[in-house]
Nanobody, 128 residues
Framework: QVQLVESGGGSVLAGGSLRLSCTAS????????MGWFRQAPGKEREGVAT????????NYADSVKGRFTISQDNAKNTLYLQMNSLNPEDTAMYYC?????????????????????WGQGTQVTVSS
């Protein structure tokens, strides 16, 4: 059974940075759309950034473009999200998610619906 385990969340002041990690197990890492999603209290879960692990094409929500960077390390089966210039609106539970995507594709949606493998989440809190 595929497992995703997130880490790296925490509390920071506005303007600060965090890097989230998601380690996958029991997975052919290079054949998935993987992404980061977040859910704030009282709000729906939304896509933040996605990547095709077989080719590296990325996709970002407008709200994080220029501030967040998604990346991968296939040798470590790990997905990352570097978050810079954080603001209080970024406060949420952040989830790593994946969906099998083979043959290769050049676009991975930031919509929640296609993703069927989820981690347990890691909390990010940004204070002003």
């Amino acid at each position: 059974q595929v497992q995703l385990v997130e880490s790296g969340g925490g509390s920071v002041l506005a303007g600060g940075s965090l890097r989230l990690s998601c380690t996958a197990s029991r997975i052919t890492f290079s054949r998935y759309c993987m992404g980061w999603f977040r859910q704030a209290p009282g709000k729906e879960r939304e896509g933040v950034a996605t990547i095709y692990t077989g080719g590296g094409s990325t996709n970002y929500a407008d709200s994080v473009k220029g501030r967040f960077t998604i990346s991968q390390d296939n040798a470590k089966n790990t997905l990352y999200l570097q978050m810079n210039s954080l603001n209080p609106e970024d406060t949420a539970m952040y989830y790593c998610a994946a969906v099998y995507a083979y043959p290769a594709r050049d676009f991975c949606s930031t919509s929640v619906r296609p993703y069927n493998i989820w981690g347990q989440g890691t909390q990010v809190t940004v204070s002003s």
